[in-house]
């Protein structure tokens, strides 16, 4: 199944590139949190829900741009948790950091994921407690990997307005950072190219799943600042609570 799901991925991809490269309008709006929306946030989401429907009828699908309500995801134990095009602002400033998240959760656990970066056209996958980046076509297993000093990551889009993060970076020690936009950070963590992403601000479920996924499956912990590991069981709240992705 997960080749049929990066299949998916890249299918949602070829949607967003038809926007990113002009051959369909923008369409940039504002939700109700003031965060973008775009055309191609909507035709990503159009290509997943039917592939996915297509693949596992009987699995629900929360999709960022089209949750349920409440009542009706509130029992859920297996379901598809997608953001179509994670990293908009990103999109919309044409820097390629932006990805497209899939993943399946299994009684609160993000036991498969896929990442793909549609401009970078690299995909990240994970399942059954094995991580891969495929580039050029070729697919290799990544894992963690230590660094002295360490890298840490953070989003490109938050971290000027988060002192929280900031202080906390303060007190770290001696490590180099580096802004990134989307789930990429998960993924760099995975592939041994950073170290940690600390995050304090708001993210939602759909924001970290599929990286989440990655990121375990290559030997990182997804946890947070109680120590606890990110569950994504419903509950009424999309949001996360904050978190740290560490190889440590």
Same mark, same amino acid.
């Given at each position: 199944?997960?080749? %049929?799901?990066?299949?998916?991925?890249?299918?949602?991809?070829?949607?967003?590139?038809?926007?990113?490269?002009?051959?369909?309008?923008?369409?940039?709006?504002?939700?109700?949190?003031?965060?973008?929306?775009?055309?191609?946030? =909507?035709?990503?989401?159009?290509? =997943?829900?039917?592939?996915?429907?297509?693949?596992?009828?009987? @699995?629900? !699908?929360?999709?960022?741009?089209?949750?349920?309500?409440?009542?009706?995801?509130?029992?859920? %134990?297996?379901?598809?948790?997608?953001?179509?095009?994670?990293?908009?602002?990103?999109?919309?400033?044409?820097?390629?950091?932006?990805?497209?998240?899939?993943?399946?959760?299994?009684?609160?656990?993000?036991?498969?994921?896929?990442?793909?970066?549609?401009?970078?056209?690299?995909?990240?996958?994970?399942?059954?407690?094995?991580?891969?980046?495929?580039?050029?076509?070729?697919?290799?297993? !990544?894992? @963690?990997?230590?660094?002295?000093?360490?890298?840490?990551?953070?989003?490109?889009?938050?971290?000027?307005?988060?002192?929280?993060?900031?202080?906390?970076? %303060?007190?770290?020690?001696?490590?180099?950072?580096?802004?990134?936009?989307?789930?990429?950070?998960?993924?760099? @963590?995975?592939?041994?190219?950073?170290?940690?992403?600390?995050?304090?601000?708001?993210?939602?479920?759909?924001?970290?799943?599929?990286?989440?996924?990655?990121?375990?499956?290559?030997?990182?912990?997804?946890?947070?600042?109680?120590?606890?590991?990110?569950?994504?069981?419903?509950?009424?709240?999309?949001?996360?609570?904050?978190?740290?992705?560490?190889?440590?």
């Amino acid at each position: 199944m997960l080749e %049929q799901v990066c299949q998916l991925a890249r299918d949602a991809g070829d949607a967003i590139m038809d926007v990113y490269d002009g051959k369909q309008p923008l369409d940039v709006a504002s939700k109700k949190d003031d965060s973008p929306v775009t055309a191609a946030d =909507i035709a990503a989401h159009h290509v =997943i829900v039917k592939g996915l429907k297509a693949m596992t009828p009987d @699995v629900p !699908i929360l999709s960022e741009e089209d949750p349920p309500g409440w009542d009706v995801r509130q029992h859920w %134990q297996r379901y598809w948790l997608v953001d179509p095009l994670d990293g908009t602002k990103e999109f919309i400033k044409r820097n390629g950091e932006f990805t497209v998240n899939i993943a399946l959760i299994e009684n609160g656990k993000a036991v498969m994921g896929v990442v793909f970066a549609p401009v970078l056209k690299v995909m990240y996958s994970a399942a059954n407690g094995k991580a891969w980046k495929e580039e050029c076509g070729v697919r290799k297993p !990544i894992q @963690v990997r230590d660094a002295n000093p360490p890298k840490v990551v953070v989003s490109r889009s938050h971290y000027a307005n988060d002192d929280e993060l900031k202080e906390y970076l %303060q007190q770290l020690g001696e490590h180099d950072t580096a802004a990134i936009g989307s789930s990429l950070k998960f993924c760099l @963590v995975a592939e041994g190219e950073a170290q940690l992403y600390p995050r304090f601000g708001p993210t939602n479920i759909w924001d970290t799943a599929a990286g989440h996924a990655v990121a375990v499956a290559a030997g990182a912990h997804v946890n947070d600042w109680q120590g606890k590991t990110l569950d994504y069981t419903p509950r009424e709240s999309f949001l996360n609570p904050g978190f740290r992705v560490s190889i440590f």
